[in-house]
C-alpha cells in the first residue's frame, strides 16, 4: 500500500480517537459544528446521543438547534421548533469556523416554507442569515489557526 496513503490513515485514525477521547462524542461534521458553537457560546459541551429538537442547553434552559452547512449548500432544513434559537455555522474547507448566525425560533417559524410532503420546513440561508444576528468568531477562528499559518 502506498505510505502516503497509510499515513493519512494513520493521522485520521489519530484524529477521531484522540476528538472521541477529548469530547465524548465521534467526530463529524455535525459534531465539530455543535462543539465550537458550544465553546463560542459558553455552553455545555454535547452529550452523547440525540435529543429531539436541540443539540445544546444552556445554564439558562434555552435550547439551541446547530446547522452545520457549507456555505454553498441554498437551504436550511427544519424538521421541528422545540427549540429556542437556531445557530446556523459555516465551514471553510479546512473545518474551521467561517461564521455562525443566530435566530429565535419564532422568526424561522414565521419566515420559513412548509414543505408538508417532507414533514419539514425550509429556510435559505441567505434569508437566514438577513435576519438572523451574526456571531463575532474572532478569537474562535484565531485561536484554531495552525501553527504553520503562524509563522
Same mark, same amino acid.
Given at each position: 500500500m502506498d505510505s502516503d496513503v497509510c499515513a493519512a490513515l494513520r493521522r485520521?485514525?489519530?484524529a477521531f480517537f484522540s476528538f472521541r477521547t477529548k469530547f465524548g462524542v465521534e467526530l463529524s461534521?455535525?459534531? !465539530?459544528?455543535? =462543539?465550537?458553537?458550544?465553546l463560542? !457560546?459558553?455552553?455545555?459541551?454535547? &452529550?452523547?446521543?440525540?435529543?429531539k429538537g436541540f443539540d445544546l442547553q444552556g445554564s439558562d434552559g434555552? &435550547?439551541?438547534?446547530?446547522?452545520? &452547512?457549507?456555505?454553498? @449548500?441554498?437551504?436550511?432544513?427544519i424538521n421541528n421548533f422545540d427549540f429556542?434559537?437556531?445557530?446556523? @455555522?459555516?465551514?471553510?474547507?479546512?473545518? #474551521?469556523?467561517l461564521g455562525m448566525w443566530k435566530l429565535e425560533?419564532?422568526? =424561522? #417559524?414565521? +419566515? +420559513?416554507?412548509? #414543505?408538508?410532503?417532507?414533514?419539514?420546513?425550509? !429556510?435559505?440561508?441567505?434569508?437566514?442569515k438577513q435576519a438572523a444576528v451574526p456571531i463575532d468568531i474572532g478569537l474562535l477562528r484565531a485561536s484554531l489557526t495552525s501553527e504553520e499559518a503562524r509563522a
Open positions: 485520521t485514525a489519530d461534521f455535525s459534531n !465539530l459544528c455543535e =462543539i465550537y458553537v458550544a463560542q !457560546l459558553g455552553l455545555p459541551m454535547p &452529550r452523547k446521543g440525540n435529543t434555552a &435550547r439551541y438547534q446547530v446547522k452545520g &452547512r457549507d456555505a454553498s @449548500v441554498l437551504n436550511v432544513d429556542d434559537y437556531m445557530v446556523l @455555522v459555516n465551514l471553510s474547507d479546512d473545518y #474551521r469556523p425560533a419564532e422568526t =424561522i #417559524r414565521a +419566515s +420559513s416554507a412548509e #414543505r408538508g410532503k417532507f414533514h419539514k420546513y425550509q !429556510l435559505t440561508q441567505k434569508a437566514f
